[in-house]
T-cell receptor, first 115, second 113 residues
Framework: NAGVTQTPKFQVLKTGQSMTLQCAQD?????MSWYRQDPGMGLRLIHY???????DQGEVPNGYNVSRSTTEDFPLRLLSAAPSQTSVYFC??????????????FGSGTQLSVL | GQQLNQSPQSMFIQEGEDVSMNCTSS?????WLWYKQDPGEGPVLLIA?????ELTSNGRLTAQFGITRKDSFLNISASIPSDVGIYFC?????????????FGQGTILTVHP
């Protein structure tokens, strides 16, 4: 099983450029989310979705857009990249948001540098 | 936003030693989750805790849900080199907001052979 697949693995952008980080899961999970990881700050929630057509903001949503047109895919869009968005981005999914099925499965991450 | 404070921030130990780390919150949590992140990979769930006082083991790992519901502990016995990584605690934001997981800042573990 592929699990949670993120592409690309690495990306370098110039300030002001836009791009989309892709995330797909093949586990039929309803819940998907995006986190960013910065040194010493753990993982911070950007956006999440509890099902197709439903998205909501997390802790640090500014500068990012999401949509969920299918159960499998949850892309993250950077509209105008800024150096402050340099980070490692993780997509995660789970069967449900309620215990005991709330356990998150993570992708392997996208390392993004904005110059 | 809700913060989880992990201690210590980093640990340097010899192979074979036992490890203890903890996670505290100012709010009551209904769930505590412990994750491990290997270098270059995403976090992987180690242990999930759902009841105050609960003690759960996964091999050499043991985690406890604190009685006050504001803390949790993770112990690793007889450490080995593959235990190297970052250990995160996590729980629903604000203690009960499922769908929004809050993570601690992590404990970086280094094991010397």
């Amino acid at each position: 099983n592929a699990g949670v697949t993120q592409t690309p693995k690495f990306q370098v952008l110039k300030t002001g450029q836009s791009m989309t980080l892709q995330c797909a899961q093949d586990m039929n999970h309803e819940y998907m989310s995006w986190y960013r990881q910065d040194p010493g700050m753990g993982l911070r929630l950007i956006h999440y979705s509890v099902g197709a057509g439903i998205t909501d903001q997390g802790e640090v949503p500014n500068g990012y857009n999401v949509s969920r047109s299918t159960t499998e895919d949850f892309p993250l869009r950077l509209l105008s990249a800024a150096p402050s968005q340099t980070s490692v981005y993780f997509c995660a999914s789970s069967y449900s948001i309620l215990p005991p099925n709330e356990k998150l499965f993570f992708g392997s991450g996208t390392q993004l540098s904005v110059l | 936003g809700q913060q989880l404070n992990q201690s210590p921030q980093s640990m340097f130990i010899q192979e074979g030693e036992d490890v203890s780390m903890n996670c505290t919150s100012s709010s009551i949590f209904n769930t505590w989750l412990w994750y491990k992140q290997d270098p270059g990979e995403g976090p992987v769930l180690l242990i999930a805790l759902y009841k105050a006082g609960e003690l759960t083991s996964n091999g050499r790992l043991t985690a406890q849900f604190g009685i006050t519901r504001k803390d949790s502990f993770l112990n690793i016995s007889a450490s080995i080199p593959s235990d190297v990584g970052i250990y995160f605690c996590a729980g629903p934001a604000g203690g009960t907001s499922y769908g929004k997981l809050t993570f601690g800042q992590g404990t970086i573990l280094t094991v010397h052979p």
